[in-house]
C-alpha cells in the first residue's frame, strides 16, 4: 500500500454486493432477481479488505440486500471491525422483506440510513408497503424527514442519526431515467434521448476521482467490479477482489480519458484520442444514449486494460 495515495480515503463507496433479489423488475439496470448473480461470503471479505483505510459512507445495495441476509450481516461485522463508527453505512432496499426483528439487528449492526428504492409502478408490491415501512421505521425511532437519497455532506456526514427515506422510479425516473443496461435495455425502458447526460448526475462518473461541491467523491462496485459510474462501464476499471480500489483509482486519474468521466462529459474523453466532441455527440446521436457512446468508446477506441488507444479506431 502506497501511504502517499490520496484515494485511500474515498468519500463514498456504492457496492452492490449480490443481484439476487425477491423482485425481477422490468427496469432493472443489473439483471437481478431469483437467479441474479452472488460472489462468495470469501469474496465479499477480500472486497472489504481491499476497501480504503477511510470512507466517510458506504452504500449497500443490490439486488435486494436482505434476500442475502446472512451474508448482509457478514458484511457489516467486517466493516464495523474495519471502521468502527467513523463509516456510515447506508442500505438501500426494497423494503419487501425487512421486518421489525431484522430491522432491530441491522441497528445493532451499525446500519445508520435505510434507502427504500421501491416506491413506483414497476416494483411488485408498487409502494404497497410505504405506510407499513413507515410506521415500523417510526417504531424504532428511524427518522423519515429527509426522504430523498442523501447527497450533501452536511446531511450524510453529521453524527449519523437514524434514518429513512424512499424514492422510486418516477415519470421522469429518479435519477434522470432508466439507464441503457441490464434488463431495462433488454425490454426497451432505457431512456432513449442522448442529449440527456447521466453521466454528469449522481450516480454517474462525475466526481469519482475528486468529487464536487454538490455531489460526493463515490465509485461503485458491482459485485466485484470497480466503475467510476453506477450504470457501469463496458469494462470495470478494476476487480475489488484483488486489487486495493485506491491503487485502481491511482492508476487511472492522471488519464485525461478519465479526467474527462470526472468532470461528468464523456463526450471529451476521446479528445486524448484524436475524436472531437462534436464526433463523440454525432455517435451518440445515433446510438440514442451517452452511456451507449461510453460503451463504444471502450470497446473500440480504449483499452482498459492498458489504458491504451485500441489500434481500430475508425468511428462508425
Ligand atoms: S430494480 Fe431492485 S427490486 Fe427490482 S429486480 Fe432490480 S434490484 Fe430487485
Ligand atoms: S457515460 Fe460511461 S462513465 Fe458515464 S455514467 Fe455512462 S457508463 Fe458511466
Redesign the pocket.
Known amino acids: 500500500m502506497n501511504p502517499n495515495n490520496k484515494f485511500n480515503h474515498i468519500a463514498s463507496v456504492y457496492w452492490v454486493f449480490t443481484q439476487l433479489c425477491n423482485d425481477k423488475c422490468d427496469h432493472c439496470y443489473n439483471f437481478s432477481g431469483p437467479q441474479g448473480s452472488r460472489i462468495s461470503e470469501a469474496d465479499c471479505l477480500a472486497i472489504i479488505d481491499n476497501l480504503p483505510d477511510s470512507m466517510d459512507r458506504i452504500i449497500l445495495s443490490g439486488g435486494e440486500p436482505l434476500a442475502e441476509k446472512q451474508k448482509l450481516y457478514l458484511i457489516l461485522d467486517a466493516l464495523k471491525s474495519k471502521y468502527g463508527n467513523t463509516t456510515q453505512i447506508m442500505l438501500q432496499t426494497n423494503g419487501d422483506l425487512l421486518t421489525g426483528e431484522i430491522l432491530d439487528v441491522l441497528i445493532a449492526k451499525g446500519v445508520t440510513r435505510f434507502d427504500v428504492a421501491s416506491i413506483d409502478r414497476f416494483h411488485k408490491a408498487a409502494g404497497a408497503r410505504l405506510t407499513e415501512l413507515a410506521e415500523l421505521f417510526d417504531s424504532r425511532g428511524v427518522n423519515g424527514e429527509e426522504k430523498d437519497p442523501l447527497v450533501k455532506k452536511d446531511n450524510y456526514l453529521h453524527a449519523f442519526p437514524l434514518s429513512w427515506g424512499y424514492w422510486g422510479a418516477t415519470e421522469d425516473m429518479w435519477l434522470g431515467g432508466n439507464w441503457a443496461r441490464g434488463r431495462a435495455y433488454e425490454k426497451g425502458l432505457w431512456k432513449q434521448d442522448p442529449q440527456h447526460n447521466?453521466?454528469g448526475i449522481l450516480s454517474?462518473?462525475i466526481g469519482f476521482l475528486n468529487g464536487g461541491p454538490d455531489i460526493p467523491q463515490e465509485v461503485s462496485i458491482q459485485l466485484w467490479a470497480v466503475n467510476?459510474?453506477c450504470?457501469?462501464?463496458k469494462e470495470p476499471m478494476g476487480d475489488a477482489r484483488t486489487q486495493k480500489v485506491a491503487d485502481i483509482l491511482a492508476r487511472v486519474a492522471d488519464h485525461p480519458v478519465f479526467q474527462a468521466?470526472d468532470k461528468g462529459d464523456?463526450w471529451a474523453m476521446g479528445e486524448v484520442l484524436g475524436i472531437s466532441k462534436l464526433d463523440a455527440e454525432r455517435r451518440c446521436g445515433e446510438l440514442g444514449n451517452?452511456?451507449l457512446w461510453?460503451d463504444e468508446f471502450f470497446d473500440k477506441h480504449f483499452d482498459m486494460k492498458t489504458l491504451q488507444k485500441k489500434t481500430d479506431h475508425s468511428l462508425s
Open positions: 447521466f453521466c454517474g462518473a467510476p459510474c450504470p457501469g462501464t468521466l464523456p451517452v452511456c461510453c
